[in-house]
Antibody, heavy 116, light 107 residues
Framework: EVQLVESGGGLVQPGRSLKLSCVASGFTFSNYGMNWIRQAPGKGLEWVAYISSGSSYIYYAETVKGRFTISRDNAKNTLYLQMTSLRSEDTALYYC?????????WGQGVMVTVSS | DIQMTQSPASLSASLGETVSIECLASEGISNDLAWYQQKSGKSPQLLIYAASRLQDGVPSRFSGSGSGTRYSLKISGMQPEDEADYFCQQSYKYPWTFGGGTKLELK
């Protein structure tokens, strides 16, 4: 059974940093591109970042480019999102999701709240 | 960025009714379109990819169609478990973008 389990969220002050993790199981993690997608409370979905299976290709939404870094450790079956210079508008539920063009498996999400 | 305009924002359907949700892209996306269902408090689930291909395990009452800039999701026979939010998503050009969502309720 495919499972994606996010962790690392919490309450953080504006301007500070936070690192999210997503541990994958039930499939060969190193064969798949992975994404972070977020959803602000009561709002729609926003794609945040993508990393290819071997980390050769990385793409970001303009809203996070230069502040967020996506990475992965295939030996640990883990996807990461390093978030710096956090803003109130980054407050959202962050999902990791498998796929290149569409997302066939999603984690349960981890909440990030940016507030003083 | 490619803008995805979804309509309606909300609708209410009776049991067994056929429902249609539309998605309009700001430019042609060559069938690079997916549909997701998100039930209350849950993660989104992939229903349709490549505009019309049904994801494994999704009931056949769900179908997708369209071309160019106009796409639609049809539910042929509303069921109680179909009450959810629905989102379209384009994968023609980065950044991938989603529609604003449609809230579907059972009347």
């Amino acid at each position: 059974e495919v499972q994606l389990v996010e962790s690392g969220g919490g309450l953080v002050q504006p301007g500070r940093s936070l690192k999210l993790s997503c541990v994958a199981s039930g499939f060969t993690f190193s064969n798949y591109g992975m994404n972070w997608i977020r959803q602000a409370p009561g709002k729609g979905l926003e794609w945040v970042a993508y990393i290819s299976s071997g980390s050769s290709y990385i793409y970001y939404a303009e809203t996070v480019k230069g502040r967020f870094t996506i990475s992965r450790d295939n030996a640990k079956n883990t996807l990461y999102l390093q978030m710096t210079s956090l803003r109130s508008e980054d407050t959202a539920l962050y999902y990791c999701a498998r796929g290149i063009t569409d997302f066939d498996y999603w984690g349960q999400g981890v909440m990030v709240t940016v507030s003083s | 960025d490619i803008q995805m305009t979804q309509s309606p924002a909300s609708l209410s359907a009776s049991l067994g009714e056929t429902v249609s949700i539309e998605c309009l892209a700001s430019e042609g996306i060559s069938n690079d379109l997916a549909w997701y269902q998100q039930k209350s408090g849950k993660s989104p689930q992939l229903l349709i990819y490549a505009a019309s291909r049904l994801q494994d395990g999704v009931p056949s009452r769900f179908s997708g169609s369209g071309s160019g800039t106009r796409y639609s999701l049809k539910i042929s026979g509303m069921q109680p478990e179909d009450e959810a939010d629905y989102f379209c998503q384009q994968s023609y050009k980065y950044p991938w973008t989603f529609g604003g969502g449609t809230k579907l309720e059972l009347k």
